[in-house]
Nanobody
Framework: QVQLVESGGGLVQPGGSLTLSCVVP?????????MAWYRQAPGKERELVAT???????TYADSVKGRFIISRDTTTNTVYLLMNNLKPEDTAVYYC?????????WGQGTQVTVSS
């Protein structure tokens, strides 16, 4: 059973910053598996926010480009999502995702609320 453990969500004012973390099993992390962050707002479909491809390239949704940064730490098997200049429309449950050996694995989700 592959378990991804997320943390870092919370309530933040517009313009603020948050960093989400997702710990990935070392056996998967070391294989340079594609990793991503998704989010799902109430009443909306889950959408892709940022990806880290197996080749190390980073891609972002247009809505977060220039504000969010995806990164990873190979010493702690952790993938991060640094979110700057947060807006109310960024409010959602955020999920990390790893594609490995033909399967897709998800974290438990962490709530991010942007409100004054």
């Amino acid at each position: 059973q592959v378990q991804l453990v997320e943390s870092g969500g919370g309530l933040v004012q517009p313009g603020g910053s948050l960093t989400l973390s997702c710990v990935v099993p070392q056996s998967i992390f070391s294989r340079h598996a594609p990793m991503a962050w998704y989010r799902q707002a109430p009443g909306k479909e889950r959408e892709l926010v940022a990806t880290f491809t197996s080749g190390g390239a980073r891609t972002y949704a247009d809505s977060v480009k220039g504000r969010f940064i995806i990164s990873r730490d190979t010493t702690t098997n952790t993938v991060y999502l640094l979110m700057n200049n947060l807006k109310p429309e960024d409010t959602a449950v955020y999920y990390c995702n790893v594609q490995f050996s033909g399967s897709s694995y998800w974290g438990q989700g962490t709530q991010v609320t942007v409100s004054s």
